[in-house]
Structures are given as C-alpha cells and as structure tokens.
C-alpha cells in the first residue's frame, strides 16, 4: 500500500438531517385532529378530478370514464364520494316499471315515470283491480241488471220459438217429428200417425224407406236454413248480453277508469295502457264475476295462488323505485356478473313446468344506475366475458335489454319474454389498473369508442405545508367517519413521516391512503389498550412496527443465518476483489434488504466478463444488461490504445434466486476494478448503484431498505463506528430510513456516502486514488486507473504468445 497514491478525501458524509425529512408538528399549527375541519375532497389528484368532471360533465355519446390506478391509492372510495357530491346536486331519474302487453304478452311495456310515480301507480292498479273485483260481482247480480239481462235474453227467446213454430210445422207436413238433442234437432219419420225408431225404418219396405229418404233430403234444406237462423239468433243473443255486459260493467267502473285517466294524462302511454286494460278487463268479465263459494272452498285449500292468477296481468311491476333517492344514484356494483348487471327474469315451478311472466322480471345494476353512475371495477367486469360484451353492446346501442344470457348469443331458442326495451342515460366509471387500460386500448377497439376519458390516480403528492394539512384534515375525517380516537400533532407528523416513506421521497407524500387507514386503525387499537384520550406519535410508531414484525419472519430468518455463519459476509478488514453488495427481497406485504457478497476473479482469455449468474439461469434481462454495460465502460475506459482481452467472472456468492435488476452494477464493478488492479477493498462499507458506460453513478430503487438491511446485518455481527453505506447522490432525496438508523449515523456508529461517479467510489473504497488519464493516454502512476490498466496490458501481451488461443463457446 506504500506505492500507492493516498485517496484525497472528496466525498463528505451525509448528515443525519439528510437521512429522513421529519415533520415537526409545529408546522401542522393544530393541536389535534379535532381541531381540523375534516377534508372530504379527493387530495393530491387534481389531474384525476379534472379528467372526472370533464368525463361527467359531457353529454356526448361514448365518454365513460377509466380510472386508472394502482390499488390503495382509494381510488374507489374517493370516486364514490366524489360522484355522491355530484350526484347530490342533479334530480332523482325516473321510476322503471313494466307491465302486461295486452297487445303481445311476450312483451312487457316499460314504463319510465317521475320518481315516486311508480310505486303509485302500482297501487293504484290493485286498488283498481280489488275494487272491480268488489264491485262488479255486485252489479252483475242485482235485479235491474237481471230484469235487462232478461229482457234482452226474452226478445230473442221469443225469435228462436217463433223459428222453432215454424220448422214444426213444415215437418209435420213432410211427414217427420222434431224432436231436441244434444247434437241438435233430429227429423223422426211418422208412420201410421207414430214416429218410428232406426229399427222400424230399417223393417220398412225398400220402396217405402226411398220415399221417405226423399222427403227427408227435401226437409234438411229447411232443417239447415233454420239452424242457421238459429245460431245467428243465438249469436244475436249473445253479443246482446256481451254490449249489455259491457255497458253496465263501464257503468260501474267508467268512474275509476276516468280517474285513473285524468291522474296520468301527463304521461299517454300510461293513458294507452289503461285504455288496453279497459278493453281486456270487459273481455274478461266472468274473472270478476264471482264463483261459487262450493268451488272456491274447494281450490283454496289445494292452491290458494290461482285465485290470484287471473289478476296478476293488471299488476305494475315497479324494478327500480327511486322515490326515496335525493339526487342522481351512484351505484358501486362489486359482482357485475350478467345478471347482476343487466337484471334477470325469474322463474316458478307451477305442477311441475317452469313458468315466468313480466311480475318476474328483476333489475340489474344498470337499470338503477339509470339517470346517475355506474362504478365497476375493471377486472371483475373482464372476468365476467358476457358482462363485458354486453356492456359495450348496452352502450353503443343507448338502449338496455333484460333477456336470458344464452338468448343474446343465439344459444337457446325457447320461446320467452322479451320485455321492452329502456333507454340508457347512464355513465359508467371503470376503476382499474393502469396496465388492464393499456391492454384494452391497444387490443378491444370498441374500449376507445365507449371509454374516452382516463382519470389517472397519481400514487404521490408534492409535501408541501398544503398538503400536509390536508393529509391531517383526511385524517380528520377518516376518525370521524369510523368513529375512532382523534390523533395528535405528533401522531400526524409521524403520519406524514410514514407518507414520503412509503414512496421513498423526502419531496412527495404517498396517495396510497389505504395503507395510511390501516396505520391509524392500529394506532387507535393500541390507544385503546392503554386508555389513551388521543392517539399519539408512539402508538402510531408502534403500529409501524408491529405490522412489520407481523411480516419479517423471513428478514429474520435470513439475519440469524449471517449471524451464525451459514451466509458469509465480511464487515471489517479488506480483500482484493470483493465488494458487499445489497439487494432487496420483496414479499408482496414487506420488502428488506439483504447484502450479498460479490466477487470477481480475473484470468487470461477472450471471453470478457462472464456473468455467472446469467450462466446459471438465475439472472434477470436487466441484470444482464448491467453487466454487459460494465463491458463498455472497461472498453472506454482502457481499452483505447489495445484489445481489451480478458477472461473476467462475477457472482453473487450464496445467492440461489434470481438476481435482477442493475443496482448492483457498480458493485460488479468494483470488485473487478480490485482484482484487476490488485488493490483491496474495504469490507466495512455496502455498496450500491447502477452505472453507465461513462462510470457515472446512477439512481436505484429501495435505497432505505437496502442500508437498513445492512446496518442490522453490522448491529448483529457489532457496531465498530466505521460501517458504512455507499449509495448514489442522486438517491439522497429518496432517502427516509428508520429513527434507529439515523440515531446510530448521530451517534458515529454508522456512516452514509453519497456517491456520483465510479472513479470516486473506488477511491473511497480502496483508500487509493482513482487516477485520471494523462495527456499521453496513460494514467497517474500508483493509482487505481494506472494498475487495472497496466495488468490489462499485461494480459493482451501474455496473450499474444498463445496465437492458438480459442475463444471459448458460450
């Protein structure tokens, strides 16, 4: 190390304000949640609630809303609040009814009426109903109706006799006897003054049965002629009782008929609708007519439904009565299978046979949706391919069809209801991940035409003073809401705290309000247990903490494993091509780091830098990008006045998953810079970053979970004061480690470096200057640059005495 050029000392330790952005609670200027005025608007999302009103407040066909966001950024909750303010300020859509088709009964009319109309026109249909059926069997059984009943019934009757007179007459004079059947009038020949039977006639003589044949075709033709007056007398006589049916009948109704008129002229096709129930009902008289208590006692008992059935045509079925609703409805539809969406008609067993009639039809989340909002969300609706389909068909047609799932695709033919038709005045919010609306686009061309607008919910905000105030006013009232414990100021800035820590951003705060709630739920259980008034700074830290000890089973599993020696790892002393490098192990509800040692070994050959762990399958598409980035820098770097010829192998060592990502490339780097230059590196220092070809350090992800992982790797194996974290400058503002880091950086038992280019980096690490290139091309002697370019030398001219030197297959 004496032949060596000393490092200067450019890098400067990061001070511990640097290492987590606190809130003081002074700034928040409240003493307690209970202060605030709670906030109810969506907070750090005002490109989201610009795209929502734009995509609310167009009329136009085909602007449905998308929104577009990751889950926990209260996506649904705060577009259910921020439609049912909307939604407050627009009237209540109108009432959707059906009803029987007098006309068609396999297609019920739909009814669209003022809200609260429907369910009174339901009721005024059954009193309607119940008062004929009191009413007209009153009528029909008094004596004017049967004096007029018998009067018509009379004049006919004495018609018929006087026809009857006559044809008895004329067969007399044939010769033959009229007598009454069941099958009608028979002509009995006379004999001697006496009709005779079959047996008789058959006992005649041939010439004597002829005659009487003759005389017999000769009569039928007054026989036919009679009957015909006949039937038409008894025709006449029954359209007579029909019209004196009718009149007596509207007679007795005609004033329930005009009321219900004049109540619903507004509306003609109610009017239109009455008019066909006038005209069935007086068809279907003998149902209001009453039966005899015999055989009404006698179907009662068995089936006390079917006294019903008759009526149930004149019913209203009102699905969707909004008379209870103030302002538009906002519908959130968890389950949006078809027929929770798009309604269903329901079926009853009736002896035996499956029966369904338009009192059966249900509405979907659609229907209530009619006149206000839709939110769905985006997977579950893809997961239901009908209820996709079908939506997109509901909204391109600006119309809503309630049939049986397999009638729309052509799968069943069974003759069913069609009910009519409801026009759909209706916006529908999808609420999805931004992926799911990147794949819609791209690959269903009828997802641009229905979902024009796309609310995107940031997962950040700005930490500003305004934002911090409304985080507290959110918290404000989410404890109202749920009735929990208010939260102090320190409770709020601990929040706050934990706000840019989710988002790894001293600048930012996360919109990830999910992930706040369950903080403070927890905070507020722990308030409890220890009969707090008000939930402070430490329970919501013990909250923190608790969830992630819940979780860290494997963290700790890991850090017992360094502890007792299974994985290798060095903290103190310096090895030649050896650099601890740190990584993070995600598991969906925590993430940790954990260092790994990484080595490079240096030989002669052609190869250039093998990545084993590429070789082994075991390293990702970026990590190998990193790696082969190494090889360009290696080239701009030395290789300008030779080959670049070596044989170089990297690893992670006790590493057996899959290593990606490139954080790790400045570490790769370094160790192959020490073996290449046979200069040590310095084991009490972690290192990460990525680099580029022209040696600068660049900004990676998980930079707090990757120094605490190493910081509790060096608390296990002992604090010596000189442990230490190398991360990129540019991760400085990401930069929100745990209190107990930044006590020990306080403390001097743990030190972090910001670093910007690898030239510094390896100085630091080394403790020997990097070195810079001459004016020549060579480099400072006795420097880090000088010796890796001097064994490079070396190698490309050891080499050359090898002309037969293959390159190895890979």
């Known amino acids: 190390m004496g032949t060596f050029v000393k490092a200067r000392p450019l890098i400067k330790e990061l001070s511990p304000e640097k ?26 999302q005002d490109r989201a609630v610009k795209a929502l009103k734009f995509g609310l407040d167009i009329k136009e ?88 009943r018998e009067s018509t019934v009379s004049a006919v009757e004495v018609e018929r006799q006087k026809l009857l007179v006559e044809l ?80 007596v009948a509207l007679f007795a109704i005609g004033n329930l008929m005009s009321e219900l008129k004049e109540e619903y002229k507004k509306f003609p096709e109610v009017v239109s609708y009455i008019d066909d129930l006038q005209n069935d ?20 008992p068995q089936f006390p439904w079917m006294r019903e059935l008759p009526y149930r045509k004149y019913e209203v079925n009102v699905i969707v009565d909004n008379s209870g609703l103030q302002g538009a409805p906002v519908i959130v539809e968890l389950n949006p299978s078809y027929q929770n969406l798009f309604g269903r008609i329901e079926k009853e067993a009736q002896f035996g046979v499956l029966t369904t009639d338009f009192t059966m039809i249900r509405a979907g989340s659609m229907h209530k949706a009619i006149g206000g909002y839709l939110i769905l969300r985006a997977e579950e609706l893809l997961r239901n391919e009908l209820s996709w389909e079908s939506l997109k068909m509901a909204l391109s047609s600006g119309q809503m069809n309630i049939e049986e799932p397999g009638e729309r695709f052509g799968y069943i033919t069974i003759k069913g209801l069609k009910p009519e038709p409801i026009p759909l005045a209706i916006k529908v919010i999808l609420i999805g991940s931004p992926m ?37 006013g959110f918290i404000c009232a989410f404890c109202r809401r749920e009735n929990m414990k208010h939260l102090e100021a320190s409770a709020i800035a ?125 390293g990702g598409p970026t990590h190998t990008k990193g790696v082969l980035i190494l090889s360009g820098y290696l080239t701009e770097k030395y290789a300008q006045d030779k080959p670049l010829s070596l044989s170089a192998r990297l690893v992670f060592e006790q590493s057996y998953e899959e290593v990606e990502g490139d954080s790790a490339s400045s570490t790769e780097l370094y160790a192959i810079l ?53 991360i990129p400058e540019s991760n400085v503002q990401n ?45 400072e002697k006795d420097t880090v640059n000088y010796l890796a370019d001097k064994r490079l030398r070396e190698i490309a001219q050891k080499l050359s005495e090898f002309p037969e030197f293959t390159i190895e297959k890979k």
Not at 223 to 230: I, K, P
Not at 569 to 584: A, H, K, R
Not at 740 to 749: D, I, L, S, Y
């Open 19 to 44: 290492l987590r952005k606190e809130c003081e609670p002074s700034v928040l200027q409240c003493g307690t949640t209970m202060d605030l005025q709670p906030l109810e608007e969506i907070i750090g």
């Open 61 to 148: 066909k085909g602007f449905n809303v998308y929104v577009a966001g990751y889950p926990g950024t209260g996506r649904m909750s705060a577009v259910k609040d921020f439609l049912e303010d909307i939604a407050k300020k627009k009237p209540a859509p109108s009432d959707l009814c059906y009803a029987y088709n007098f006309r068609n009964s396999y297609e019920p009319k739909a009814f669209m009426l003022p809200p609260g109309t429907g369910k009174h026109f339901k009721a005024d249909m059954a009193n309607f109903v119940n008062e004929a059926k009191r009413v007209l069997p009153q009528v029909f059984e008094s004596d004017d109706y049967n004096a007029k």
């Open 168 to 247: 008895n007459k004329k067969a007399q004079e044939q010769g033959f006897l009229l007598q009454a059947t069941r099958i009608g009038l028979l002509a009995i020949p006379i004999v001697n003054g006496k009709p005779i039977d079959d047996q008789a006639f058959m006992a005649l003589s041939p010439k004597a049965r002829e005659e009487i044949q003759q005389r017999r075709e000769k009569f039928d033709i007054d026989l036919r002629g009679a009957m015909r007056e006949l039937r038409q007398l008894e025709v006449k006589a029954n359209d007579q009782i029909k019209k004196l049916n009718h009149e």
């Open 281 to 300: 009902l007086l068809e279907n008289l003998p149902a209001f007519l009453r039966v005899s208590s015999e055989a009404t006692t006698a179907a009662e």
């Open 436 to 472: 799911l609306h990147q794949l819609l686009f791209m690959y269903d061309t009828d997802f641009t035409e229905m979902f024009k607008v796309k609310a995107d919910f940031d997962t950040t905000m700005d930490r500003t003073k305004e934002n911090m105030e409304k985080y507290a």
């Open 494 to 618: 601990k929040i706050v705290e934990f706000g840019s820590r989710l988002v790894e951003d001293q600048e930012k705060l996360s919109t990830r309000f999910a992930e706040i709630a369950d903080v403070v739920r927890e905070a507020n259980f722990y308030a409890i247990q220890e009969k707090s008034e008000l939930i402070t700074g430490e329970h919501i830290k013990k909250a923190i903490e608790e969830k992630i000890y819940r979780s860290n089973l494997i963290e700790q599993k890991i850090q017992e494993m360094f502890q007792r020696g299974f994985f290798l790892i060095d903290i103190e002393g310096e090895t030649v091509g050896q650099v601890n490098g740190l990584s993070v192990i995600g598991l969906g509800d925590i993430a940790f780091g954990r260092p790994s040692r990484v080595t490079a070994s240096i030989g002669i050959g052609r190869e250039g830098i093998i990545d084993i762990e590429r070789r082994a399958k075991l």
């Open 674 to 726: 020490s073996a290449l230059s046979g200069i040590p590196i310095k084991q009490n220092f972690a290192v990460t970053g990525s680099v580029n070809q022209k040696g600068e350090v660049q900004a990676i992800g998980g930079v707090n979970e990757k120094i605490e992982g190493f910081f509790e790797i060096c608390k296990l194996k002992g604090l010596t004061g000189k442990q230490g974290v190398l």
């Open 735 to 779: 930069l929100m480690l745990k209190e107990e880091v930044v006590n020990a950086v306080k403390a001097g038992k743990f030190h972090i470096y910001p670093i910007k280019t690898i030239d510094e980096g390896i100085s630091f690490l080394t403790g020997v200057e990097a070195g810079n290139r001459k004016s020549d091309g060579t480099f």
